[in-house]
């Protein structure tokens, strides 16, 4: 998972993986929205400092990964692979949330590391926030990701084999800093599956500060 020393990083291929999504189109998720200017700069900054070890284009929004759904579907007769989610099972997360009743919370940006095949930023949650939310999400489905969940903001995917010791030279050279960021909304979106590293598409956006139903905002139709 981490990248270790005496490596080599694991470079994404250049294609749209029809193995994966087998005809599939939108893979959802839940997930946080970076909004603090500071902090947007700073990963802006560290994407364009390792761009010459990263894969090329990237679209998608800076982002921390919540709960991984799988490939969205408008019913559950449509439901064929494990890695499908209906919005039957969405309509269930959302009234889990309602039942939590979570209010704003922090999380901290620290520091830059890497994963065999993705530069990282990594979030820290002393709140266990994240986990109570990802937690009442696994009722309703099974989460379509690795068994040990690492909140993190990813800056981009290697584009090739590089020596592990050279990508650590470079952590090692950058002055660490350190982000709070405030929560107060957890955003439902999909992206294109065959489409790498594409844009993130906001479909619904739940406040953190009321609860009730008409404040969970639909932002767009997913199958339109």
Not at 183 to 212: E, K, M, R
Request: proline share 5%.
């Amino acid at each position: 998972m981490f990248l270790q020393p005496n490596s080599l990083t694991v470079p994404t291929e250049a294609h749209d993986y029809p193995e994966w999504h087998k005809g599939r189109v939108h893979y959802a998720l839940w997930y946080l929205e970076i909004q603090h200017p500071e902090l947007l700069d700073y990963l802006t900054q560290l994407r364009v400092q390792f761009a010459p070890y990263l894969f090329q284009p990237n679209t998608r929004q800076f982002h921390i990964t919540l709960y991984i759904c799988g490939f969205l579907l408008e019913n559950k007769a449509q439901v064929h692979f494990d890695d499908d989610f209906s919005q039957q099972q969405f309509q269930q997360q959302m009234e889990r949330l309602k039942v939590l009743e979570l209010k704003p919370f922090q999380l901290k940006v620290g520091r830059l590391n890497s994963f065999s095949s993705a530069l990282f930023l990594e979030i820290e949650d002393n709140e266990n926030s994240l986990s109570k939310i990802r937690n009442s999400f696994s009722k309703s489905s099974q989460e379509i990701a690795a068994l040990n969940y690492c909140p993190h903001i990813t800056l981009g995917l290697y584009s090739q084999e590089f020596e592990s010791d050279e990508i650590f030279k470079i952590i090692d050279s950058i002055p660490p800093k350190t982000f709070e960021i405030s929560i107060d909304q957890l955003s439902f979106g999909i992206y294109q599956a065959n489409v790498l590293q594409g844009q993130l598409i906001t479909l619904h956006q739940f406040p953190l500060i009321q609860h009730h139903r008409e404040n969970s905002q639909e932002i767009h139709s997913c199958c339109n």
